[in-house]
C-alpha cells in the first residue's frame, strides 16, 4: 500500500517567495495533520483536518501560513511570502477517523529559504 | 493542557546492553501515551502506547514501555540494543478530548547503539 505521500522532497527558494507543499493521505484516512519540525524547536503540529475541515489551526506561525484540503486525497500548505526562519521540515501525516493513535507519516519536504 | 517531556536529548548505550529512554508527561484525565521513532531523513513511525490495561505495553521491534501513574512516567525499554536501533525516539500524548488522533510530542531523545 502507499504511504502518505509529500512533495517536493526538497524545496531552496529565496526569501519572499511563495512555497507550496503537498501531502496525499493515505486512501480511506479521513484525519491530516501537518508538522513542522526544527532542531530548535522539535515537532510542531500547525494544523489538523478532520474529513477536509480545519479542526485545530492554533499552531499556524502567522498570516504568513496556510492549509486547504480540498477534497479527502490532497491537501496543500503554503506559505508566503517565505522567510529564512521558515527552514524546517515539514511533515504530513494521517490517520483513520477512529482514535488509536497511530498517525502515518510521509517522508516530508525539507525546505530551505535563504 | 497536556504535555511530555524526554529529559535527555541523547542516549548512549552499548550493543546488547538495555537501554531506557525516559518519559514524563501530564495530562488532565485518563494519559493516552505513544512512542514514535524516526530515522535518519524519514517520517516518524509508531511503536507503541497505553491507552489501558496493563502497565507494560509491548510494542515493534522488541520494545516495550512501562506506564507508572504515580511518578507520570512512560519509558521506552528494551532487554538488548542493536546498532540498528540507532534512531531519534518521540513520546507523546494525545491532544485534548474529542481531538481525535491529535498528539503532542515530546523534543525527541537521540539513541546511539555502539557496536
Known amino acids: 500500500d502507499a504511504g502518505v505521500i509529500q512533495s517536493p522532497r526538497h524545496e531552496v527558494t529565496e526569501m519572499g517567495q511563495e512555497v507550496t507543499l503537498r501531502c496525499k493521505p493515505i486512501?480511506?484516512?479521513?484525519?491530516l495533520f501537518w508538522y513542522r519540525q526544527t532542531m530548535m524547536r522539535g515537532l510542531e503540529l500547525l494544523i489538523y483536518?478532520?474529513?477536509?475541515?480545519?479542526?485545530?489551526d492554533s499552531g499556524m506561525p502567522e498570516d504568513r501560513f496556510s492549509a486547504k484540503m480540498p477534497n479527502a486525497s490532497f491537501s496543500t500548505l503554503k506559505i508566503q511570502p517565505s522567510e529564512p526562519r521558515d527552514s524546517a521540515v515539514y511533515f504530513c501525516?494521517?490517520?483513520?477517523?477512529?482514535?488509536?493513535?497511530?498517525?502515518?507519516f510521509g517522508e516530508g519536504s525539507r525546505l530551505t529559504v535563504l | 493542557a497536556q504535555s511530555v517531556a524526554q529529559p535527555e536529548d541523547q542516549v548512549n548505550v552499548a550493543e546488547g546492553n538495555p537501554l531506557t529512554v525516559k518519559c514524563t508527561y501530564s495530562?488532565?484525565?485518563?494519559?493516552?501515551l505513544f512512542w514514535y521513532v524516526q530515522y535518519p531523513n524519514r517520517g516518524l513511525q509508531f511503536l507503541l502506547k497505553?491507552?489501558?490495561?496493563?502497565?507494560l505495553v509491548k510494542g515493534s521491534y522488541g520494545f516495550e514501555a512501562e506506564f507508572n501513574k504515580s511518578q507520570t512516567s512512560f519509558h521506552l525499554k528494551k532487554p538488548s540494543a542493536l546498532v540498528s536501533d540507532s534512531a531519534l525516539y518521540f513520546c507523546?500524548?494525545?491532544?485534548?478530548?474529542?481531538?481525535?488522533?491529535?498528539?503532542?510530542f515530546g523534543g525527541g531523545t537521540r539513541l546511539m547503539v555502539k557496536p
Open positions: 501525516a494521517s490517520s483513520s477517523g477512529q482514535f488509536t493513535g497511530e498517525l502515518f
Open positions: 497505553y491507552i489501558t490495561g496493563d502497565n
Open positions: 486512501s480511506g484516512h479521513n484525519s
Open positions: 495530562v488532565s484525565g485518563n494519559p493516552y
Open positions: 483536518f478532520n474529513n477536509n475541515v480545519p479542526i485545530d
Open positions: 507523546a500524548v494525545r491532544g485534548p478530548l474529542n481531538a481525535g488522533n491529535m498528539l503532542t
